[in-house]
């Protein structure tokens, strides 16, 4: 056998199972959770630790309160029990904070504003649970306040877990995907990027944070919001949305992130579906997509990018399912959508985008860079989606448009000084948002460019991530994930890898205002937990899918794990493990298990790949510095071997964006690449 290692961690179909470290795992086992730890007790509460320990009997005397911490982001309807109570006026309340900097004995960390302690009259002994509209979908501390002079014994505060509604009770954390390298940074963040992902999964019927679209109100004498989470979003039993904590709104930009994450993780796609109903059963006549799903969409905003990006995921939904029925349901629709951005095409052949909303970036309008190429993108994606159903009715004219849009962008847009695209026409702004989809839509016209941008951003990085200078002082985690897959695209994955360890891991999950376990959503450049796009700091969810970036592109890239047709019944393993001495990756379509591992291996490496069979595709590996064999065999697949000589490059040789071997015609199967350097 040439290689046992094939035997015992790749050939066995219950490969992922086998691979996945159970202890990344931050889904709860079971659906009732208790506090990890007591974090403080203000006033005089006596056994407050019981809280904790043995889920036992604490009393609460006079005004007081404790704060526990769960130890990680959690969701949730609290439910506890009340031992004795001494007054017939006794109440029990609490409130909810996602990051410490927000614990408070008066109020929750905001929703729209500053929202209301949940309170419970406690006169009677027994048992009690909130209201099912008052879960509450992001918090890390819970703190229980008591407001009378008498005195209340409560026990067995815990939390029921509402989130991933659809998967039974201690199953949430059984993931189809796994991860694992030698950095364990890279390993938190892969997991909590998932993790982030199914806080975000909710009962659609538990919807809407936001209470002023559906005519909430304050809380009588007070300025403090009473905030519920009842609306219907969406047909079936989950749906996928922003943010645990808020908007609990189905926004099709944060899907662009959010799906392929959750694809290679928890595969997850059924949430993934039932939000992208909900999207397009909004599409006007005009071809026009909403904004944001209900009740958002009472608004009637558009906006140009992500009326594209729900585009975005019928495609994704299609590539990770295959589910062509679904997606000849939706090829009209689809087709009316696209037409009717490139109806916003004007004599300068790029769109003009006449409606500002997007991300939360300003300066959204006229001939930008971002808008376009997403368009571009979609564009492709349109063309490739038309062949697969076997229509070409419109593939000419987009055609015609790709080409005129991408000659034009960069005849007006690039600006060769400084590297880097400009945002419109009028002005000197360097976007991060334009340029980061300038690569990843390949609105480029040459690899000089790409390593340019790759290049130049990369030099723009603050200690806490890259700004995005289109929206003031912002980091947004969201286009930085973007930002990862463009420096895959540019040849560059140290740059990813450095990028993930000191936003991702350093700050996003070690600094003591985050969860440990959740991606936030925003901050600013200098640190602070600020984001420009709102004037209430503690408004920032603190679970927000768009900020799972890594998950996928760890996966994709670092290990490799293309698809390029459906479901992967064509594939490209183009692994890019940058410093990496050993990563692997698995996850699972219809056709079965994709999985690889890569090693250092002496003066070479070794890349060994599963792929199922019946699928075919190709090998795409860097050229190497040094000269050498590289030999691609098949442990299963008849006489394939592929030996051959490769001839290395110095360094100093190399073209802006890094020369790679591909091998192609490649059989579904197991396969084992080594070079090896002479
Ligand atoms: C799982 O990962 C943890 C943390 O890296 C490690 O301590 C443990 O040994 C691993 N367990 C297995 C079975 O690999
Ligand atoms: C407990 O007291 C501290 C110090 O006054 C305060 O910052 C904190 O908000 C209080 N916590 C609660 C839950 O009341
Ligand atoms: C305690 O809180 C409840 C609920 O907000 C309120 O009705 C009650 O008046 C408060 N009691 C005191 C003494 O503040
Ligand atoms: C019950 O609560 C009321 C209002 O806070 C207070 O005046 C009364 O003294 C309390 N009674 C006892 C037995 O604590
Ligand atoms: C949602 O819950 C709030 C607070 O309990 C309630 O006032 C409202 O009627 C509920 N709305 C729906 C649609 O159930
Ligand atoms: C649920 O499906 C029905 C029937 O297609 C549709 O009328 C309704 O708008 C959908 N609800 C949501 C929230 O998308
Ligand atoms: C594919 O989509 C069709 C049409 O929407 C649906 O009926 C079917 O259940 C889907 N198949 C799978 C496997 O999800
Ligand atoms: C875009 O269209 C608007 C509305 O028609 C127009 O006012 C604006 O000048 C156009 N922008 C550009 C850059 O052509
Ligand atoms: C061009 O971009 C700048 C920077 O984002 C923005 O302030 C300005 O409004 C944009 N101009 C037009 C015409 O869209
Ligand atoms: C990207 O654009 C370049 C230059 O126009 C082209 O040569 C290349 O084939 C494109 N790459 C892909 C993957 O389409
Ligand atoms: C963060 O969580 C990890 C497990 O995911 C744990 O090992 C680490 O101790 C936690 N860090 C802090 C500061 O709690
Ligand atoms: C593949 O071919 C090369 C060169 O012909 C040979 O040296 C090597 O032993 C072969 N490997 C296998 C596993 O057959």
């Given at each position: 056998m040439f290689s046992c290692l094939l035997q015992t961690i790749l050939i066995s179909p219950s490969l992922g199972a086998a691979t996945v470290n159970a202890s990344y795992i931050l889904a709860p086992s079971s659906r009732d959770i208790y506090p990890a730890s007591l974090r403080t007790v203000n006033g005089s509460v006596s056994n407050a630790s019981n809280l904790v320990l043995d889920h036992g009997h604490a009393t609460f005397l006079g005004n007081s309160a404790v704060t526990l911490d769960f130890g990680k982001n959690v969701a949730g309807l609290v439910s506890f029990e009340v031992f004795s109570s001494t007054n017939s006026t006794e109440y029990i309340g609490f409130t909810f904070s996602e990051s410490s900097l927000w614990i408070s004995g008066e109020i929750s960390d905001?929703?729209?504003?500053?929202d209301a302690p949940l309170w419970f009259a406690v006169s009677e002994v027994g048992a009690y649970t909130a209201a099912s509209e008052f879960s509450r979908g992001g918090f890390r501390y819970l703190s229980i306040l008591h407001n009378t002079t008498g005195s209340v014994q409560l026990r067995d505060v815990s939390v029921h877990f509402t989130a991933?509604?659809?998967?039974g009770d201690s199953a949430m954390g059984d993931y189809s995907g796994y991860f694992h390298s030698v950095d364990e940074k890279l390993n938190r963040v892969w997991y909590a990027g998932a993790y982030t992902n199914q806080l975000c999964t909710i009962d659609p019927t538990r919807g809407n944070s936001i209470i002023r679209f559906t005519g909430g109100s304050t809380l009588p004498g007070t300025n403090m919001n009473i905030w519920y989470n009842n609306d219907t979003i969406a047909n079936g039993t989950s749906a996928l949305v922003d943010g645990g904590k808020r908007d609990r709104i189905i926004w099709p930009g944060d899907m662009a992130i959010a799906v392929p994450s959750i694809f290679v993780s928890t595969n997850d796609l059924i949430s993934v579906r039932n939000s992208l109903d909900a999207l397009f059963i909004l599409q006007e006549e005009t071809g026009a997509l909403p904004y944001a799903g209900y009740p958002f969409s009472k608004l009637g905003l558009f906006s140009f990018t992500y009326h594209l990006y729900t585009l975005v995921g019928l495609y994704n939904y299609h590539l990770f399912t295959g589910n062509e029925t679904y997606l000849s349901e939706l090829w009209n629709p689809f087709k009316k959508a696209l037409d009717f951005s490139l109806s916003y095409v004007d004599d300068s052949r790029l769109m003009n985008v006449t409606d500002t909303n997007d991300w939360g970036r300003f300066g959204m309008s006229g001939h930008n860079i971002e808008a376009n190429a997403i368009l571009y993108y979609t564009i492709g994606l349109g063309i490739q989606l038309a062949d697969v159903m076997g229509d070409s009715s419109a593939t000419s004219s987009w055609q015609q448009h790709a080409v005129a849009i991408k000659e034009a962008a960069n005849t007006r847009l690039w600006d060769a000084a400084a590297g880097l695209y400009r945002d419109n026409e009028t002005t000197t702004l360097h976007p991060q948002d334009g340029n980061v989809w300038a690569i990843i839509s390949n609105?480029?016209?040459?690899s000089s460019q790409i390593a340019s941008i790759s290049r130049k951003l990369s030099s723009r990085w603050t200690s806490v991530g890259p700004p995005a200078i289109e929206l003031a002082d912002t980091v947004s985690p969201f286009i930085s994930g973007l930002e990862l897959q463009a420096h895959y695209l540019a040849g560059q994955p140290e740059r990813a890898l450095e990028l993930i360890r000191f936003m991702w891991a350093d700050f996003m999950l070690d600094d003591p205002r985050m969860t440990n376990s959740t991606f936030i959503e925003a901050y600013a450049t200098d640190g602070s937990l600020h984001y420009a796009a709102y004037t209430d700091d503690s408004r920032i969810s603190h679970a927000h899918g768009w900020s799972s970036g890594p998950t996928s592109a760890l996966s994709f890239?670092?290990?490799?794990?293309?698809?390029?047709?459906a479901q992967g019944k064509i594939w490209a393993m183009t692994p890019q493990p940058g410093d990496l001495e050993t990563v692997e990756a698995g996850f699972e379509t219809g056709l079965g298990l994709f999985s690889a591992r890569f090693k250092v291996d002496g003066s070479g490496w070794q890349y060994i790949f599963q792929t199922p069979k019946g699928t075919s595709g190709s090998l795409s590996v860097e050229r190497p510095e040094c000269d050498g064999v590289l030999s691609l065999v098949s442990s299963d697949i008849g006489s394939e071997n592929r030996t051959m000589i490769v001839e290395g490059y110095p360094l100093a040789e190399q073209p802006p964006v890094k020369e790679r071997i591909v091998i192609t015609e490649l059989q579904g199967g197991d396969w084992d690449a080594t070079l090896t350097c002479s």
């Open positions: 905001a929703t729209t504003g500053t991933m509604p659809h998967i609105i480029t016209s040459n890239h670092a290990a490799g794990l293309g698809l390029v047709s």
